[in-house]
């Protein structure tokens, strides 16, 4: 059965970008792709956030917006904190991560585990569900994020997915609340 929005459960939900500036960034994904309008979290810190098994206060800002059944995910790091959008010696902007909802949460990452993928971040959203990132070690060109299903979470991505509905291209940037 497919996710409210529309995506299948353990599909591609969302497309990740780090960005070095949210605004404009968010402004080009719509203009050239038609992507809105964007709902805007941030600046934070992962409240239980862990980067390769360590603490984390790092501060980002989100920007998330649908195109389609699909979410596109912007993402600024606003420190040079270690983290996993600067790995390997400074930031890497570009496509970063797609995300799952995958069926069983623990499953899936256990699998991922046991593949020798290993767990790059860990947090826990503001619905209460968990998320991991799995760097896939080169297997594939970017991370997977494992969302954990709980409704109040794919209510979060149906009702940024419902806004874009017939946008019109008004109210472009939302703060969430």
Do not use: C
Request: aromatic share 12%.
């Amino acid at each position: 059965m497919p996710l409210a929005f529309g995506q299948p459960v353990g599909g591609i939900s969302q497309f990740a970008y780090a960005v070095e500036d949210i605004e404009q960034s968010a402004e080009r994904f719509t203009r050239e792709l038609g992507v809105g309008p964007w709902f805007v979290r941030g600046p934070f810190q992962p409240p239980e956030g862990r980067y390769r098994g360590e603490p984390t206060e790092t501060s980002f800002t989100l920007a998330r917006g649908f195109t389609g059944h699909v979410m596109v995910e912007l993402v600024k790091q606003h420190d040079d904190s270690p983290s996993v959008y600067n790995e390997n010696g400074g930031f890497r902007y570009g496509f970063h991560h797609w995300a799952t909802f995958p069926k069983d949460f623990d499953a899936a990452l256990r699998s991922h585990l046991d593949r020798g993928h290993e767990e790059a971040f860990y947090d826990r959203l503001p619905s209460g569900s968990r998320v991991v990132y799995v760097d896939t070690k080169g297997e594939l060109p970017g991370m997977i994020e494992l969302v954990e299903h709980t409704p109040a979470q794919e209510a979060v991505y149906t009702n940024i997915w419902r806004a874009s509905l017939g946008w019109d291209g008004r109210d472009p940037l939302r703060q969430e609340g």
